[in-house]
């Protein structure tokens, strides 16, 4: 386990963003949102560093842009 501010920091707001996609996919019953809801609350507890984890943040925003651009 890290104690890194930054890492600490960073995994907090992406466990934020997880949080409000999850509650907003569950009320509007949008899968693609829910999915990335869940997604973005439990990777941060598997990166190991800053960089992986605005990697894979990043990785996840993208596929969730494609999704409802594809009209998921």
């Known amino acids: 386990m890290s104690l890194d501010p930054a ?18 996919g569950k009320k509007q019953e949008r899968w693609p949102q829910l999915v990335a809801g869940l997604a973005f ?11 992986s984890l605005l990697m894979i943040g990043a990785a996840l925003a993208a596929g969730l842009w494609l999704a409802i651009r594809q009209g998921w």
């Open 41 to 51: 609350l439990v990777y941060p507890y598997f990166t190991p560093s800053v960089v």
């Open 7 to 24: 890492l600490l920091f960073l995994s907090l707001i992406t466990s934020g963003i997880g949080f409000v996609l999850l509650v907003y």
